[in-house]
T-cell receptor, first 116, second 112 residues
């Protein structure tokens, strides 16, 4: 079974440009999450989809970030226009359910975004 | 607050034990996790402990939880070169089930 995949693995763009990151969750996982790690700091939650609906977007930093999950399968995270402080590693994760039995969020390898 | 804190670096000799420490602030934490990130790879769940437990052992890994002090530790016995990675402490709270709250990560390096 394929794990969570992310594309691209690395993106270098100039300030003011637009970048779109893609995440393909594990097949059958309704829950999809975006996180990011900026400047070697903590990994911070951005948002959570349940199928195509945004369940929790409390971590989205500002309106330059737009996440979508049309059809409830893959998700995209667009940054427009990108700023220097957006540089970091963007992780995607997916999980099967949210039950409080042990559940695991499976993480992808991340997309390293560098804004120059 | 949302702080999960851990030291940034740890260096140990191969074969010794590594102990990575973490503190968290929210007493409503339900699950506490240790994730491992190897170079170029995603985050791998190493182990977890439920908040009503004091200790969990899994082969070379021992997790200790002091709920009173909100302190979590990960002990790796007989540390090997393959253990070189960044280790993230994380928590999940009943009040916000969606998200996992991470620390900044501890980079473990192994010296011969």
């Amino acid at each position: 079974e394929a794990g969570v995949t992310q594309f691209p693995s690395h993106s270098v763009i100039e300030k003011g440009q637009t970048v779109t990151l893609r995440c393909d969750p594990i097949s059958g996982h309704d829950n999809l999450y975006w996180y990011r790690r900026v400047m070697g700091k903590e990994i911070k939650f951005l948002l959570h989809f349940v199928k195509e609906s945004k369940q929790d977007e409390s971590g989205m930093p500002n309106n330059r970030f737009l996440a979508e999950r049309t059809g409830g399968t893959y998700s995209t995270l667009k940054v427009q226009p990108a700023e220097l402080e957006d540089s970091g590693v963007y992780f995607c994760a997916s999980s099967q359910d949210l039950g409080f039995s042990t559940y695991e969020q499976y993480f992808g390898p991340g997309t390293r975004l560098t804004v120059t | 607050g949302e702080d999960v804190e851990q030291s940034l670096f740890l260096s140990v000799r191969e074969g010794d034990s590594s102990v990575i420490n973490c503190t968290y602030t929210d007493s409503s934490s339900t699950y506490l996790y240790w994730y491992k990130q190897e170079p170029g790879a995603g985050l791998q769940l190493l182990t977890y402990i439920f908040s009503n437990m004091d200790m969990k052992q899994d082969q070379r890994l021992t997790v200790l939880l002091n709920k009173k002090d909100k302190h979590l530790s990960l002990r790796i016995a007989d540390t090997q070169t393959g253990d070189s990675a960044i280790y993230f402490c994380a928590e999940r709270r009943y009040s916000s089930a969606s998200k996992i709250i991470f620390g900044s990560g501890t980079r473990l390096s192994i010296r011969p």
